[in-house]
């Protein structure tokens, strides 16, 4: 594959991309199957996942709502006065992904056809009356908040007018003409690019998610509707923005591989996401009419603990609990926590992120993770490296490595204050021709390779960090690690 997509760089590791993308296309491969055998479920879950991508999608951009509100604005939208800003922006949504599910087999990636979406995902806003279907007029930028409410910029967007017209026309006309792009690469940059020009005068963020869902349900990918992929941004959010924001700095021209990466990282998240839950349907299906209750009110209130849920239900406590013991039992929920902190999730919700990468640069050396009780973990299995200099020969990586003397520390404090660090993992500069992966022989399970013992439950929660060190003030790479998280 070429080295660049459009008006970008894209320099991934390419092994890491192969295998990424022939997960998901294994996945897709099977679906027909699937689909023909879950027939009544994936009903359920069309329905399950429409309430959390609206909920999701509009969250992000700032809405208050919670899914169960959601859900009760979806289900009586022909009676309901939208009079609240977050009301209109729900059943805009909700519209126009409705349509994008119905016709989507109809729907050409135009100009047209996307301010078609647009209107129709503001019509319920008379605020939004003078701009809705046509591109902005004012200049906006991409913006993110704060824990205190304040606002800062993730990055600059196109001027409005002819740049912007410009800018989509060639966007779109690149699109139609690439037949070499892999569907799935082609559809992350379109989303990319689409959020940098942002050329709405509001709306964006939620007609982009819309695209992503509507570029893959074009590309074959049914199973997307079944499954919110919504929801994972919304719970992948900052991380979504610093990706953004990581790629934007170097625009004009930027390399937009890591970007690509976390779409097609979120696209594994969700598939794993629908087996689990097709597998739950199956085994909920056997339960008696308490036990479907108390599962529901898990499945929309993760977290929930004994007490809360006998109230919300109105079911004895010894009743509840026993339940709850069968349910974990039996592997449809998940226990976190221990004593008065003991709360409840859906089983599998904990353990569905795998081959995730975390970036530590100069500006970032550090990363944290909390291990919350004995399931979870962290195994670090191999290191990308992207070099800050300019170099013509790859021989020259392993000397620069030498000069840094980079290595990765990792140090576990537990809930007991007890403070144990790993071995040093050492960057070594023996690196494969034009390939910078160092995969490590043995990959480091945390915290199982740094205890004598496995941890007991009082020592969670554990702190976990993971940082960056070297013999320079400044490094001369920027280092990724690629790790599971149970």
Known sequence: MSNSIYTFKFSPNWMLLTNEISQIDRF?????????????????????????????????EGSQMTDDEVEVLINNLGVSKLEERDQQEVAGYFETLELIA????DIDITENNLKHLHNTLMKH????????????????VVEA???????YVIFKTTDPGFATEDAMAKLIAWYKKDTETLPLIKAAVFVYDFLSIHPFQDGNGRVSRLLGTLLLL????SWVQYVSFENEIESRKSEYYK??????????????????????????????QLMAKLEVQTKSGKLTVREKKIYSFIENHPGSKSGEIAGKLNIPLPTVKRILADMVKNKLLAIHGAGAATNYGIEGTATIKKDLIIRLTNDERRKEFVLTNQSSSIEIKSILLTPLFEWSDPNEWGSQLTKNGLYIQVTCTSGTALKVQAPPILINPSLYHFRPTIILSQPINIPADMWDKVPYKKEYPIQVTIELIGAKERFDFDVMLVYDEG
């Open 28 to 60: 897709d491969a099977a679906w027909a199957t699937i689909e023909k055998r879950e027939g009544q479920t994936l009903k359920q879950l069309k329905s399950i996942a429409t309430v959390r991508s609206v909920g999701a999608s509009t969250r992000i």
């Open 102 to 105: 119905e016709s989507f087999r």
């Open 125 to 140: 806003s008379e605020k939004d009356a003078w701009h809705k279907g046509n591109y902005k007029q004012h200049s906006n």
């Open 145 to 151: 908040e704060n824990p205190d409410g304040s606002k």
């Open 218 to 221: 074009k590309h074959g990918y």
């Open 243 to 272: 990706i953004l924001m990581q790629c934007q700095r170097q625009r004009p021209g930027e390399d937009v591989h890591p970007w690509v990466i976390f779409f097609l990282d979120c696209l594994k998240n969700i598939q794993r």
